[in-house]
């Protein structure tokens, strides 16, 4: 793998599934999605039947509480050695640009390795690669298991870019009709087309890092958020897949401190991890919010009245008639105080919280919650996308689902420059149906 350490990129060697393979059926979903609707998983594997695909490569999330994990461990490590030794896949070198169709007009992403040495996921952190939300360390167990020592990645992640003058993808864009394309095919379940790109000419791939270059100037990068100088410079902000670098960053770690043969470190493919960049100026990519539900609220528990007792500013309450009210004054509110759309078995709610501390509602609410689910306030707790899971699930006996308001991207690297890193599950890239679908691949043992 060819790299440039002055803007921690490196040239992949990246796995391709061969030609002649049911596309649909081998790109699967990001394997933090739907993970409440394990129905999802059982019409993708339907789909799947026997064919070769990453859902054999993967551990959906939907699956993390199953009794036997470490059997689903070992059928992954199983196919991804079958795979390797197969004939699945072709092995190319090069950047592969692409474009994901869901909408009027593609999001467009450059699938490409980050060097783990350059990030950091601790809040606060200055390191030119950085997480935009926290980071839960209890998360990262289970998924270390599963990566560590696997032969090879295929990655979901999303890395954001802020380039205004889209000065990175814009020429790949303005020249696609001159790259090789190596896929193009509808997604399964409806979630639209993906078309990739290899860039082998490597005048574009120059133009590329240098355009990525520039954007890392310690200069430009103060002048355009108006930061003092040498402000350290955050070059690639996490979208999507927080926990699946993190994870990638401590096995890296953990390789370098057991390494017999120090020298050799650098060289390991474990240093770097597949990814996809992404513009976040690409009028394609929307940041949605991500709702909370809690399941099974414990008997007894009056879960109003403990917020009340939590927010000594003031929390109010009123019932709204209908969902898209509920919504409607939600989506519209900006400042204080924080309003959050409640969903029970009963009725959609609207709570009022004045309080200090976040400037988002859903960093106020996360307070509450963390605090409820620590003292025993429910069975669970999930994170998921779009008006219809938050709402089917809130009104379910026993539960209560929580709509929040979507956060603003255009502020997003300046606030995650000056603040550190916005409280979890902050924002979502899309809807769960538009995340990233695995369908690169590449060797990391």
């Known amino acids: 793998m060819r790299t440039d350490e002055s803007i921690c990129l490196g040239i992949p060697d990246i796995l391709l599934p061969r030609a002649g393979l049911d596309l649909t059926k ?61 004939g699945v896949f072709e092995e190319t070198e090069g950047l592969i640009y692409v474009e994901r169709a869901t909408g009027p007009q593609p999001r467009k992403g450059l699938v490409a390795c980050l060097d783990l040495e ?5 809040k606060g952190a200055t390191s030119l690669i950085r997480a935009t939300e926290g980071t839960i360390l209890e998360r990262l167990p ?4 599963i990566r560590e020592g696997a032969p090879l990645e295929t990655p979901h992640i999303m890395v954001l870019i802020d380039d205004p003058a889209e000065s990175v993808l814009g020429p790949l864009t303005a020249g696609k009709d001159r790259l090789r394309k190596v896929y193009d095919f509808e997604l399964m379940l409806g979630s639209g087309r993906l078309t990739g790109y290899r860039v082998e000419d490597r005048g574009l791939e120059k133009g590329v890092l ?40 401590t096995i890296w770690e953990k390789a370098k401190a057991e390494a017999a043969d120090r020298a050799a470190v650098p060289a390991s493919p474990l240093r770097y991890a597949l990814v996809e960049l992404v513009n976040l100026r690409d009028p394609a990519l929307v940041f949605e919010p991500i709702h909370r539900v809690l399941f099974e609220i414990t008997a007894g528990r009056d879960l109003l009245a403990e917020m009340k007792a939590f927010f000594p500013g003031g929390v109010k309450y009123r019932k709204a008639c209908c969902q898209e009210m509920m919504k409607e004054e939600i989506d519209g509110q900006s ?69 929040l308001p979507a956060m603003g991207k255009s502020e997003l690297f300046r606030t995650v420059i000056l603040d550190g890193a916005l409280p979890r599950k902050t924002f979502s890239m899309g809807q769960a149906w538009e995340k990233r679908f695995y369908m690169e691949a590449r060797r990391i043992i």
């Open 26 to 86: 081998w790109a699967v979903i990001a394997c933090d999605q739907y993970t409440s609707e394990p129905d999802y998983w059982r019409k993708a594997a339907e789909l799947v039947g026997d064919a070769p695909s990453t859902l054999n490569l993967i551990y959906p999330e939907a699956y993390l509480n199953e009794k036997d994990p470490d059997a689903r461990i070992a059928r992954i490590r199983g196919h991804m050695d079958r795979y390797l030794e197969g």
């Open 118 to 122: 350059r990030y950091d996921f601790r």
């Open 142 to 145: 289970p998924r270390v298991k």
């Open 210 to 249: 240098d355009a990525l270059a520039g954007l890392a100037d310690p200069a430009a990068f103060a002048a355009k958020y108006g930061l003092p100088p040498g402000t350290p410079v955050l070059l690639y902000a996490m979208g999507d897949g927080n926990h699946s670098l993190a994870t990638a960053k």
């Open 335 to 403: 400042g204080r105080p924080h309003k959050i759309g409640r969903v029970t078995t009963e009725e959609f709610g609207v709570i009022e919280i004045e309080a200090e501390g976040s400037n988002l509602p859903v960093g106020t609410l996360q307070a509450f919650l963390d605090a409820f689910m620590k003292n025993g306030g429910a069975r669970g707790i999930d994170y998921v996308h779009g008006t219809g899971p938050v709402a089917d699930l809130g009104r379910k006996a026993g539960n209560a689902g929580f709509y």
